[in-house]
């Protein structure tokens, strides 16, 4: 099983460019999130999706768009990348016996 | 929303010694607060966890305390090694799923 999978990895875009982050999960658990990781801001929660046709916003979600796609995918569009949005970005899922969160292994993105 | 606060940002110890990191939160109706582990270039990696019905669990060398009256709970490492060195992230949630995530705790053991 390859649990929770992201890609890209990394990623360069220019001020203005679009681009979509995938995220797979093969665990078939129904809630998937998206987070951005900065130094110092902890891990901040961009959307969500509690099950497979619903999605929310989360803690900071203005600049991007999210799809839950079916229950294997949730993705997170930036329709026009701003500087700001250099991150380290995080898809996770959740679920199991502990209803625990697992992260996939995040895409490094840099907006120049 | 919740807030949740981390302290200390840092930690150095000595190899062997103990390591506490303490959080508080904001929203009295939380009931969820799982402490996860984050490797230099990995994921975050859930290490331990405790729900408002437990004031402490135990897992070998790691435990984690709730002090739900006052709003804070500490994760203690007991023998630190070198392998602890990592990123602590302390988290809090209601029963919506939504995980509120502290800043962090970068733990450095000294050999």
């Known amino acids: 099983n390859a649990g929770v999978t992201q890609t890209p990895k990394f990623q360069v875009l220019k001020t203005g460019q679009s681009m979509t982050l995938q995220c797979a999960q093969d665990m078939n658990h129904n809630s998937m999130y998206w987070y951005r990781q900065d130094p110092g801001m902890g891990l901040r929660l961009i959307y969500y999706s509690a099950s497979e046709g619903t999605t929310d916003k989360g803690e900071v979600p203005n600049g991007y768009n999210v799809s839950r796609l079916n229950k294997r995918e949730f993705s997170l569009r930036l329709e026009s990348a701003a500087p700001s949005q250099t991150s380290v970005y995080f898809c996770?899922?959740?679920?199991?016996?502990?209803?625990?969160?697992?992260f996939g292994p995040g895409t490094r993105l840099t907006v120049t | 929303g919740e807030n949740v606060e981390q302290h200390p940002s840092t930690l150095s110890v000595q190899e062997g010694d103990s390591a506490v990191i303490k959080c508080t939160y904001s929203d009295s109706a939380s009931n969820y607060f799982p402490w996860y582990k984050q490797e230099l270039g990995k994921r975050p990696q859930l290490i331990i966890d405790?729900?408002?019905?437990?004031g402490e669990k135990k897992d070998q060398r790691i435990a984690v305390t709730l002090n739900k009256t006052a709003k804070h709970f500490s994760l203690h490492i007991t023998e630190t090694q070198p392998e602890d060195s990592a990123v602590y992230f302390c988290?809090?949630?209601?029963?919506?799923?939504?995980?509120?995530f502290g800043a962090g705790t970068t733990v450095t053991v000294r050999a």
């Open positions: 988290a809090a949630s209601k029963n919506d799923y939504k995980l509120s």
């Open positions: 996770a899922t959740e679920g199991g016996v502990r209803d625990e969160q697992y």
């Open positions: 405790i729900r408002s019905n437990v």
